[in-house]
């Protein structure tokens, strides 16, 4: 089945443990993105990759880093989290061709205390 | 630079009647726009998308959406809503450079 698979789904961490959330595609998309989702601001890019080895800054990248080593994987690393990233994130791919859409994973919903 | 406008972050609509979310849109290119819809607790799921061609496009669960370029719009409509229509919905324009920018959503609600 194609699909975007992240993980954990549900994750609750201390202020400044270093954590990170997979995410993998199965589906062979260069193109792979992160999401946060806060009520009330819709959904912020946070960071993106147009192919391997290849990233770039979203509109919120603060506080996160990312990694595009294999095509399949692009895991999003927050060295010191905050409460402030508490929050909702979705991990996206897609064809680089402007007609397809984001195939979204199901989300991994964090809580920084 | 392109961005997207919902109108109304909240619907109500009773079962059976029209269902009419609204979207505009800024672009700066020919653009490519979507619609999502989120089902609670799960990921974005593609409903419909105009890229380039038949202005009214058709999408799942009875859903369409027509692309007016002279209005900067593209509305999703159904005739006739059913309870399991609740969620939240997205409009997105996707940028030249592959980018989407989203819409902050419209949730709808279905009343009995």
């Known amino acids: 089945e194609a699909q975007v698979t992240q993980n954990p789904r549900y994750l609750i961490t201390v202020t400044g443990k270093k954590l990170t959330v997979t995410c993998s595609q199965n589906m062979n998309h260069e193109y792979m993105s992160w999401y946060r989702q806060d009520p009330g601001l819709g959904l912020r890019q946070i960071y993106y990759s147009m192919n391997v080895e290849v990233t770039d800054k979203g509109d919120v990248p603060e506080g996160y880093k990312v990694s595009r080593k294999e095509k399949r994987n692009f895991p999003l690393i927050l060295e010191s989290p905050s409460p402030n990233q508490t929050s909702l994130y979705f991990c996206?791919?897609?064809?680089?061709?402007?007609?397809?859409?984001?195939?979204f994973g199901s989300g991994t919903r964090l809580t920084v205390v | 630079a392109q961005s997207v406008t919902q109108l109304g972050s909240h619907v109500s609509v009773s079962e059976g009647a029209l269902v009419l979310l609204r979207c505009n849109y800024s672009s700066s290119v020919p653009p490519y726009l979507f619609w999502y819809v989120q089902y609670p607790n799960q990921g974005l799921q593609l409903l419909l998308k105009?890229?380039?061609?038949?202005?009214l496009v058709k999408g799942i669960n009875g859903f369409e959406a027509e692309f007016k370029k002279s209005e900067t719009s593209f509305h999703l409509t159904k005739p006739s809503a059913h309870m399991s229509d609740a969620a939240e919905y997205f409009c997105a324009v996707k940028s030249t450079g592959n980018q989407f920018y989203f819409g902050t959503g419209t949730s709808l609600t279905v009343i009995p």
């Open positions: 105009y890229t380039t061609g038949a202005t």
């Open positions: 996206a791919s897609s064809f680089r061709d402007r007609t397809y859409g984001y195939t």
